[in-house]
C-alpha cells in the first residue's frame, strides 16, 4: 500500500485547509484499518488530527475537532481533510497514514504517505 | 487523557553505541505502545508495536520493553543510518492517539 497527499500548499487565513489522500496497490476498504490525518509543526513533534473509516465513521482529536472534518470515498480509493479558519498554527506538514487496528486495541500507523507542506499566510 | 512522558528530549552517541530511549505513561496502557523513527524530511516509519514487536523488515537491532506505564526502546550497535528521531505513540479509547514530545539521536 502507497499513501500520497496532495493538496494546496499555500492557504489563506480564515479560509479553509483541503487536503486529500489517494491509497495505491490496495483498498481503502480494506478490513482492520482506518485512515488518519497527523501533522507536524515546524521543528516540532506529532500531532494526530484524526482518523476514519471507509464506511465514513469519524474519530477527531478533541482539540481540534469543531475545526476538522475528515470524509471518504471509496469509489476513487481516496480520504480528505477540512480544516476550516485556518491561521499560522495550522502551519505544518500534514501526513496521511494507515492506521492498523490490532486486535482493536492498540492502534498505530504502518504506512505514511510523503508529507505536503501547507504555509498558512496572506 | 492519558500523558505521555518520553526522556531524553536529546541523546549523543557513537557508531557502534547502544541507546535506550523511555517513555512513561501517567495511567497502566497495558502494552498498547508504539515507537517511530522519524528523519529529516521524511514520514515517520512504524518500527515497534505492541511494545515489543517487530514492525516487518525492521532490523533486530531495534527492540522495546515495557508494560503498564514504563517502557522502552533500545537500539544495540548504532549504525549511521540510526540518527533520527525517535517518537512513542500511545492509542486509547476516547478515541485518542497520542505521540510522545520525541528523542533526538545525534552522532557524538
Known amino acids: 500500500v502507497q499513501l500520497h497527499e496532495s493538496g494546496p500548499g499555500l492557504v489563506k487565513p480564515s479560509q479553509t485547509l483541503s487536503l486529500t489522500c489517494t491509497v495505491s496497490?490496495?483498498?481503502?476498504?480494506?478490513?482492520?484499518?482506518?485512515w488518519s490525518w497527523i501533522r507536524q509543526h515546524p521543528g516540532k513533534g506529532l500531532e494526530w488530527i484524526g482518523y476514519?473509516?471507509?464506511?465514513?465513521?469519524?474519530f477527531y482529536n478533541p482539540s481540534l475537532k469543531s475545526l476538522v472534518t475528515l470524509s471518504v470515498d471509496p469509489s476513487k480509493n481516496q480520504f480528505s481533510l477540512k480544516l476550516t479558519s485556518v491561521t499560522a498554527a495550522d502551519t505544518a506538514v500534514y501526513y496521511c497514514?494507515?492506521?492498523?487496528?490490532?486486535?482493536?486495541?492498540?492502534?498505530?500507523?504502518?504506512?505514511w504517505g510523503n508529507g505536503t507542506t501547507v504555509t498558512v499566510s496572506s | 487523557d492519558i500523558q505521555m512522558t518520553q526522556s531524553p528530549s536529546s541523546l549523543s552517541a557513537s557508531v557502534g553505541d547502544r541507546v535506550t530511549i523511555t517513555c512513561q505513561a501517567s495511567q497502566d496502557i497495558n502494552n498498547y505502545l508504539n515507537w517511530y523513527q522519524q528523519k529529516p524530511g521524511k514520514a515517520p516509519k512504524l518500527l515497534i508495536y505492541d511494545a515489543s514487536s517487530l514492525a516487518t523488515g525492521v532490523p533486530s537491532r531495534f527492540s522495546g520493553s515495557g508494560s503498564g506505564t514504563d517502557f522502552s526502546f533500545t537500539i544495540t550497535s548504532l549504525q549511521p543510518e540510526d540518527f533520527a528521531t525517535y517518537y512513542c505513540?500511545?492509542?486509547?479509547?476516547?478515541?485518542?492517539?497520542?505521540f510522545g514530545q520525541g528523542t533526538k539521536l545525534e552522532i557524538k
Open positions: 496497490d490496495g483498498s481503502i476498504m480494506s478490513s482492520g484499518y482506518y
Open positions: 497514514a494507515r492506521v492498523v487496528a490490532h486486535n482493536w486495541k492498540n492502534y498505530y500507523m504502518d504506512v
Open positions: 476514519i473509516f471507509y464506511s465514513g465513521s469519524t
Open positions: 505513540q500511545h492509542y486509547e479509547n476516547v478515541p485518542l492517539v497520542t
